[in-house]
């Protein structure tokens, strides 16, 4: 049941395009997930904030990533809520997507209710659940990394669904977990303790995506996006309580989560630092993710937020 009030919450917010925007042009396509990088994005939808800015936006749900990248390969959507290694391997398959900006959404490790880990650094011979080579294993690499752990001190399982992940977690089948918002919440409202997150330990992985041919030809298009992304993220810091049941009845949260979840703080739009993307790269050669070289300067475009 919980899955099918998340998508209708969802579809809620997406059916608002038909109404809000601009119906002389084709709209921007857009895909979202159901965490806290696409909130933004979902409130200027509801909030009819694209249709204020003169752009038509048709928001597109996926479950995982694994569906939202079929769909850009595919040419289904036009930009997408995703991350650096996402845009890695994407570059590697000849598809020209570019980072647009880095997103605000925040990822990290918990830890299974009585297992009595506080930090990163108790993770040594544990089991961390995780979906593998994936924004979630970079995430825990690096958080455990910083930590002083070397990635060979600890065993990672292999557990693609979040839901699953996190259930195994609080059963104690495994030791710890890595996970986004809104799950690293869910988590800890159920008794799991938090030991490390992106925000904690300066790790900028999460981005969003545009095609290189609708930069191209829909520039100020996309500008008009992400005005409205702006005053988006600017209205939900104005007063973050008051966007609480927002997360749930729209944004498709988990119920949990409403009164738990410490909102992100929201930057002007900004490109991930070349050392950000160069660590990603460097991290999916060393494991043989990559089928060929790619120059960081090649994934990013940053024509879209040059006004901040």
């Known amino acids: 049941m919980k899955a099918v009030r998340s998508l209708i919450g969802i579809a809620a917010i997406v059916a608002l395009a038909s109404c809000s925007a601009p119906k002389h042009q084709a709209p921007l396509r857009f895909g979202i997930m159901p965490d806290a990088d696409s909130l933004p994005v979902m409130v200027a939808q509801a909030e009819g904030l694209f249709g204020k800015e003169g752009v038509a936006v048709e928001l597109v749900p996926f479950t995982n990533?694994?569906?939202?990248?079929?769909?850009?390969?595919?040419?289904?959507?036009?930009?997408?809520i995703s991350d650096i290694?996402?845009?890695?391997?994407?570059?590697?398959?000849?598809?020209?997507?570019?980072?647009?900006?880095?997103?605000?959404?925040?990822?990290?490790?918990?830890?299974?209710?009585?297992?009595?880990?506080?930090?990163?650094?108790?993770l040594a011979g544990k089991r961390i659940g995780m979906s593998t080579n994936t924004i979630i294993q970079y995430v825990v690499d690096t958080i455990t990394e910083a930590a002083g752990l070397p990635q060979a001190s600890y065993q990672t399982v292999a557990v693609p669904k979040m839901p699953v992940r996190l259930e195994m977690l609080l059963a104690g089948q495994i030791d710890a977990a890595g996970l986004p918002e809104p799950m690293l919440t869910a988590a800890v409202a159920r008794g799991a303790r938090l030991v490390g997150t992106t925000d904690q330990f300066q790790i900028d992985a999460a981005v969003l995506l545009f095609s290189k041919a609708v930069l191209d030809s829909r520039l100020d298009d996309v500008r008009r996006f992400y005005r409205a992304y702006v005053d988006a993220t600017g209205k939900i810091e104005a007063d973050p309580n008051a966007w609480r049941s927002f997360l749930v009845e729209k944004a498709a949260f988990p119920v949990e989560v409403k009164d738990a979840y410490r909102f992100v703080h929201y930057r002007n739009p900004t490109l991930p630092s070349a050392d950000q993307i160069s660590r990603v790269l460097a991290w999916l050669k060393a494991r043989g993710l990559l089928s060929k070289d790619i120059d960081p300067a090649d994934l990013t475009d940053g024509r879209a937020i040059a006004a901040w």
């Open 65 to 80: 990533a694994q569906e939202r990248d079929a769909a850009i390969q595919a040419g289904r959507v036009d930009g997408a």
């Open 85 to 122: 290694l996402a845009a890695a391997f994407l570059a590697a398959g000849g598809f020209d997507m570019r980072i647009t900006s880095a997103s605000d959404g925040r990822y990290g490790i918990v830890a299974a209710p009585g297992s009595g880990i506080d930090d990163a650094k108790q």
